[in-house]
């Protein structure tokens, strides 16, 4: 009898110490998904228009996230823009739904036209409802355009859900810009 209770005593001290060890170890914080800490909230610049004109529009597979790239001539004066989930994206002008395939909706305004001065299209895709082709995308479902009216070119683009997503624009090359919608395939 006296053996298991100092078996006992012994058996608790154990238990409490690693119980204190385990703590006094810090907590562990998630690894963000490939590094990706961005979130789902709007990206955009300040109110104003940029100068130039929309002249293409691409796409890209990477590891972590879907890449839409739309890419402006004779942007000099810095490109203003506006990415944002929203519940409808609509055409610029008329306020016509854009339907797009995908459980979620990015509308992303570049404020530049998709014409020239005279009115003369600087982007004319073959098929608005299609711009790039998603087949075999993670998080793209589809890219369409929603019009250019105003000085303004918006696009849609439809994705698997609300996933972290960022956009920004680069410079160069020469005078060119390039407006970059990054959108991850999960959280």
Same mark, same amino acid.
């Given at each position: 009898?006296?053996?298991?209770?100092?078996? *006992?005593?012994?058996?608790?001290?154990?238990?409490?110490?690693?119980?204190? &060890?385990?703590?006094?170890?810090?907590?562990?914080?998630?690894?963000?998904?490939?590094?990706?800490?961005?979130?789902?909230?709007?990206?955009?610049?300040?109110?104003?228009?940029?100068?130039?004109?929309?002249?293409? $529009?691409?796409?890209?597979?990477?590891?972590?996230?879907?890449? &839409?790239?739309?890419?402006?001539?004779?942007?000099?004066?810095? &490109?203003?823009?506006?990415?944002?989930?929203?519940?409808?994206?609509?055409?610029?002008?008329?306020?016509?739904? $854009?339907?797009?395939?995908?459980?979620?909706?990015?509308?992303?305004? $570049?404020?530049?036209?998709?014409?020239?001065?005279?009115?003369?299209?600087?982007?004319?895709?073959?098929?608005?409802?299609?711009?790039?082709?998603?087949?075999?995308?993670?998080?793209?479902?589809?890219?369409?355009?929603?019009?250019?009216?105003?000085?303004?070119?918006?696009? *849609?683009?439809?994705?698997?859900?609300?996933?972290?997503?960022?956009?920004?624009? &680069?410079?160069?090359?020469?005078?060119?810009?390039?407006?970059?919608?990054?959108?991850?395939?999960?959280?």
């Amino acid at each position: 009898m006296k053996t298991n209770r100092i078996m *006992g005593r012994a058996g608790i001290g154990t238990v409490a110490a690693a119980g204190a &060890l385990l703590l006094s170890a810090p907590a562990a914080t998630a690894t963000p998904y490939c590094g990706i800490t961005w979130g789902s909230t709007p990206d955009y610049t300040s109110s104003g228009y940029s100068s130039g004109h929309l002249e293409g $529009v691409r796409s890209g597979r990477h590891t972590c996230f879907d890449r &839409l790239v739309l890419d402006v001539d004779d942007a000099t004066h810095g &490109l203003k823009y506006d990415v944002r989930y929203v519940t409808t994206v609509r055409q610029d002008g008329s306020g016509t739904a $854009v339907p797009l395939r995908g459980a979620a909706d990015v509308r992303i305004i $570049v404020r530049v036209p998709s014409y020239d001065a005279a009115g003369r299209p600087t982007y004319r895709p073959a098929n608005s409802r299609e711009l790039v082709d998603t087949a075999g995308y993670a998080t793209f479902r589809q890219v369409a355009s929603a019009g250019s009216f105003e000085g303004q070119s918006t696009i *849609g683009l439809g994705v698997r859900a609300r996933l972290p997503m960022r956009a920004f624009a &680069l410079a160069g090359p020469g005078d060119h810009s390039r407006l970059v919608i990054d959108v991850a395939h999960r959280w």
